[in-house]
């Protein structure tokens, strides 16, 4: 199948029902899941980077475009991209702040309003003015000014010049807490190293 098919396929199976998405990190375990009759697969940023002797989350834009490439072309199926938060912050970041196009899955009328869903799937309450936008600044690196934020914007809020800032400072907070909480309970785990790298970053330095 080529690109435009397994597009086709993929919206298909989402309309049938619940399916199985098993997670290849290489070509042959993306061949091994085809075999078995998988009918899509998901790349996995965790397992495709302890491949490379690399914690999760450590691998650079074009190493995870470089690695999606490998496993969509190791197969005929659709495959669903894990791009981890999508590269908005960091030294990559300058690389995915150009144009994007978007194609619509169906007729858009003229003078329709249309939404792009930035907010994600992520586990928070999108209803929420403040988890609503300390995900987007966490992830994108803006806070949302659509009439939507601004009528619900706290009064507390409204003074703040920089939000972006001000929601930096409650993960600033927050990854403190948790780090001290762990590495109390123990030190050695996975989560208090990748925190304590974390925090050594020039954003989330807590000096």
């Not at 298909?12 to 998988?38: E, R």
């Not at 929420?128 to 949302?144: E, G, H, I, T």
């Not at 619900?152 to 600033?172: I, R």
């Amino acid at each position: 199948m080529n690109i435009t098919d397994r597009r086709i396929a993929f919206k298909k199976l989402h309309q049938t029902g619940c399916f199985v998405l098993p997670n290849p990190w290489d070509i042959g375990s993306a061949k091994i899941l085809a075999g078995m009759g998988f009918k899509a697969l998901a790349t996995t940023s965790s397992g495709y980077a302890w491949s490379q002797d690399l914690p999760d989350g450590a691998l650079t834009r074009a190493a995870v475009l470089a690695h999606l490439k490998v496993i969509v072309e190791a197969t005929d199926l659709p495959v669903n991209a894990d791009f981890e938060s999508g590269f908005g912050v960091g030294a990559d970041r300058k690389l995915t702040t150009k144009e994007v196009s978007l194609v619509a899955l169906s007729p858009v009328a003229t003078g329709e309003p249309v939404t792009w869903n930035y907010a994600g799937t992520a586990e928070f309450d999108a209803s929420d003015y403040v988890q609503r936008n300390f995900n987007l600044v966490d992830n994108f690196r803006f806070a949302c000014a659509c009439p939507k934020c601004q009528l619900e914007m706290p009064v507390e809020l409204a003074s703040k010049k920089d939000l972006v800032a001000h929601f930096d400072e409650l993960a600033k907070a927050f990854i403190k807490e948790r780090l001290a909480q762990m590495l109390a309970d123990d030190p050695t785990s996975e989560e208090a190293a990748r925190l304590q790298g974390l925090v050594k970053t020039t954003r989330f330095s807590l000096n």
